[in-house]
């Protein structure tokens, strides 16, 4: 699995690492990072859940 | 229009199923993600995996013809950026979201608190107030415009005006044919506004005007751009400060809980944006077929995604009615989702958070009573609320 932030559409509300710590944080301008290029197995449904909550559709996931 | 699938022929927009829409909601998720609403002859999406996908899918659920249930509102409604899909939608978007998104708000953090704060002490020295006229109203009001740059001048007609647009989303009921004047008066106040270049020099109302006329977009769609950034901010905000009063008020355990854990405050104002969802939902036209679990909404079709049923979803939360702030609460749609999705929100949540923050170190216990609730088509919001604060 893999996550791609689409880094323009970010607008830094902070969801994705409010949900899912573990795979996402925020850098100082509040942009998203995603920790993880691929995904551990063990973090699967915590990457899916954050990016899933992002509101404007920032995060997608790649199954 | 033939239709197959689950129908009701039960009224939203009855007094009844206004002042308390959950039932109405649970009726018709119970029926299927989406019901055809034979009064209306219109689908109604209604429950949280359906109405996430819906807004998520913008080809297919459009809002370019307009979000609203009638051609008369959807035609004045055109050129603004709920109205529009991508990629016209973006331009639009990008006109008014670089000021809204949290890490621009920021500068704007201390000047909040200080004025949360100030309203705060002001309503523990009075002991008793009304939380909507004395408390969510007054801090939108006051701040929103002074951002905009709006003159003083027609501030007092703001409110009236933002519940006239927003009845206006649904049909022509005696609601919204009462508040047509209101809106026309609205439409020749904000074209005065653009023409005259009225807007304080260097606030986001000033800048925006600035933009729209390099990108050379016409006086209309600059008013509506104007609106696009005030009106949604006031009656929604409103809404949500003054049920977090009522609800912490009837969760007294639950305020301890903030007063013991600040930093729950964010989970919390969402929380009570799911659960009072002040917006119940917005229309779209079907560009195509969709297909919802078993049920096929044609092309063609109108249907209104209902985020304030989703929110309430027993497929999908535990105990919905409940209000819980420890409960998993940022995946609420109350803000929308997607695209359109509240492009206010990070302001919604300044100030939300801001006025926790401030009632959270001053406020042992509300005492609440006397609940009422407005009739509005589209905002779910308070009227009045009678409450006594016992100060820490």
Not at chain 2, 68 to 77: D, I, S, V
Not at chain 2, 157 to 173: E, V
Not at chain 2, 193 to 202: A, C, I, P, Q
Not at chain 2, 352 to 368: K, N, P, Q, Y
Request: charged share 25%.
């Amino acid at each position: 699995m893999k996550i791609t932030a689409d880094l323009h559409r970010c607008e830094g509300h902070g969801l994705c690492a409010g949900t899912a710590p573990e795979m996402y944080d925020l850098d100082d301008d509040a942009v998203v990072v995603v920790r993880y290029d691929i995904v551990p197995p063990h973090l699967e449904r915590r990457a899916e859940a954050g990016a899933g909550v992002c509101p404007v559709a920032a995060l997608r996931v790649e199954a | 229009m033939t239709t197959s699938g689950p129908s009701s022929d039960l009224d939203i927009y009855a007094d009844e199923h206004i002042l308390d829409p959950y039932p109405a909601y649970r009726t018709l998720r119970d029926l299927g993600p989406a019901v055809w609403l034979e009064r209306y002859q219109v689908w109604a999406v209604t429950r949280y995996r359906a109405v996430y996908d819906a807004l998520h899918d913008p080809h297919t659920f459009s809002s370019a013809s307009g979000v609203a249930l009638t051609p008369e509102t959807n035609q004045m409604l055109m050129g603004n950026t709920v109205s529009s899909d991508p990629p016209e939608h973006d331009r639009l978007r990008a006109l008014i979201a670089p000021r809204l998104n949290p890490r621009a708000l920021r500068a704007y953090s201390d000047e909040v608190q200080r004025r949360a704060i100030a309203l705060v002490d002001d309503l523990i020295a009075r002991g008793s107030f009304d939380a909507v006229s004395d408390f969510a109203q007054v801090f939108p009001v006051s701040l929103v415009p002074d951002l905009l740059g709006w003159p003083e001048k027609g501030r007092d007609r703001l409110l009236t005006w933002a519940s006239a647009g927003f009845n206006t989303i649904g049909p022509m009921n005696q609601r919204t044919i009462e508040s047509v004047p209101a809106l026309q008066e609205m439409s020749g106040y904000v074209a005065g506004l653009v023409s005259e270049n009225d807007l304080r020099k260097g606030s986001w109302g000033a800048e925006l005007l600035d933009s729209g006329r390099e990108r050379d977009l016409s006086e209309d769609v600059l008013a509506k751009l104007l609106m696009d950034y005030l009106l949604p901010s006031l009656d929604t905000t409103i809404s949500a400060l003054a049920s977090m009063i009522l609800l912490f008020g009837q969760n007294p355990a639950q305020w301890d809980q903030i007063r013991a854990r600040p930093e729950a405050i964010p989970n919390a104002f969402n929380e009570v944006v799911r659960l009072e969802s002040p917006i119940r939902g917005f229309y779209r036209h079907l560009k195509q077929d969709a297909k919802v679990d078993d049920v096929t909404i044609p092309k063609g079709s109108w249907a209104i995604v209902l985020n304030a049923s989703a929110n309430r979803d027993e497929q999908h939360w535990e105990k919905p009615d409940a209000f819980d702030i420890t409960r998993r609460a940022a995946e609420h749609v109350g803000f929308g989702h997607g695209v359109h999705s509240c492009v206010g929100q990070g302001l919604a949540r300044l100030e939300g958070h801001a006025l926790l923050t401030a009632l959270a170190t001053r406020v042992r216990r509300f005492d609440v009573d006397n609940a009422q609730w407005g009739l509005n088509n589209t905002i779910r919001a308070l009227k009045s609320l009678h409450v006594t604060v016992h100060a820490a």
